[in-house]
């Protein structure tokens, strides 16, 4: 089976870790987010998968490369101006099979992709929609649909009046190539606002599927993505690496005996955790991190290469590879900081603060 995912989003939500790499291979705990996708696909029997690119493509491919060994096939198309997502699948029609799942590239989930194409092949349908339950539609478009899963209207940024499902699109879909058809070629062209609404009526399918589902786009999400990866929440190899407490220390890795690592917290290859160090509850510390004497990282995650000095504080925030947090230095919740960046010894940030790659604050 083969599977086209949609990777040509800027992640600006997520700036500026963002700006140095691009959001689908941003780390999670201790990979790139679209391995999580790729293994998740190879969980249902897809072995072919074309990435369509429209942002950064090249450091997607040198992350990624050709394909995971013993897993799928990776190949990579970049279009040449943004498309929207039909324009996007149109642009890769050549190397499409004759049926294919579609996927935007910014969702963790473990949805039953195997069920979802059964459903396909049973109603004979030329596309079909994953549909997943979400406690408030409002931020969603709602889909309305008959029992047997046909849909019959797509409902924009509905009224709490007008609300009568909690089913959205869960942006996965079976797809029969013949459908792009619709599309014009070189055009910029939605699926879900022009595609699908033209198939009501004529083959437009779907079927609702439980489980996890997360949208990691911005910091709050992604962070979430990461805790509920630790507490098995959504299936995953780093899930299944943890102990009873959500725990991982690598082999390599050194962690002083009077430091703590908490609860749910994973602690990646050669990171070094200084005495009186506390990591966690709910951490991560990529490759190579260094905690200092008395550092406290909580419920904050710590791409490869970062630095952590003595007596500094990290709460709630992100930190991209290779940033440095001096001495005594304070960076509180919401903080995002950049590749490189360096909060100086002594300084205290505001919460939410944002420091660019490479600078000094």
């Known amino acids: 089976m083969q599977a086209l995912i949609l990777v040509g989003g800027h992640g600006t939500r997520l700036r500026p870790v963002t700006l140095t790499l691009p959001k689908p291979v941003i780390p999670l705990v201790d990979r790139p987010f679209l391995r999580y996708m790729i293994d998740w696909l190879g969980r249902h029997g897809v072995d072919d998968i074309v990435m369509a690119c429209g942002f950064r493509p090249d450091d997607i491919r040198e992350v990624l490369g050709d394909g995971i060994p013993g897993g799928a096939r990776l190949r990579y198309v970049e279009e040449p101006e943004p498309r929207g997502t039909a324009g996007a699948i149109k642009f890769a029609e050549d190397l499409l099979d004759d049926r294919f799942f579609a996927l935007n590239g910014d969702v963790l989930t473990d949805l039953d992709l195997t069920a979802l194409l059964d459903q396909h092949d049973a109603s004979g349908a030329r596309a079909t929609l994953a549909l997943h339950p979400v406690e408030d ?61 033209e198939l009501v009526g004529k083959g437009l399918y779907s079927l609702r599927l439980e489980g996890y589902w997360m949208d990691i786009g911005t910091p709050e999400r992604y962070l979430d993505a990461c805790w509920d990866i630790l507490e098995g929440e959504v299936e995953s190899e780093p899930g299944e690496m943890v102990d009873e407490r959500g725990r991982y220390v690598a082999e390599s890795a050194i962690v002083d005996p009077t430091a703590e690592v908490a609860a749910h917290s994973f602690v990646d290859d050669n990171a070094n955790v200084g005495p009186d160090a506390e ?26 290469g970062c630095f952590v000095g003595d007596g500094a504080v990290v709460r709630g925030s992100i930190l991209a590879a290779d940033a440095v947090v001096e001495a005594g230095a304070l960076v509180p919740y919401g903080s995002v900081i950049g590749a490189g960046a360096t909060v100086t010894a002594g300084a205290e940030l505001e919460p939410g603060a944002r420091v660019q790659p490479g600078e000094r604050a």
């Open 137 to 197: 539609p409002t931020n969603y478009g709602l889909v309305r649909r008959k029992p047997d899963g046909e849909i019959t209207e797509f409902l924009e940024k509905p009224d709490p009046a007008d609300i009568d499902t909690d089913e959205v699109s869960a942006g996965a879909y079976v797809l029969e190539k013949s459908i792009l058809d619709m599309v014009p070629a070189g055009m910029d062209v939605s699926i879900e606002r022009s595609v699908f609404p």
């Open 279 to 304: 990591v966690g509850p709910k951490a991560v510390l990529g490759m190579g991190v260094q905690v200092g004497s008395g550092g406290l990282v909580e419920a904050s995650a710590l791409h490869p």
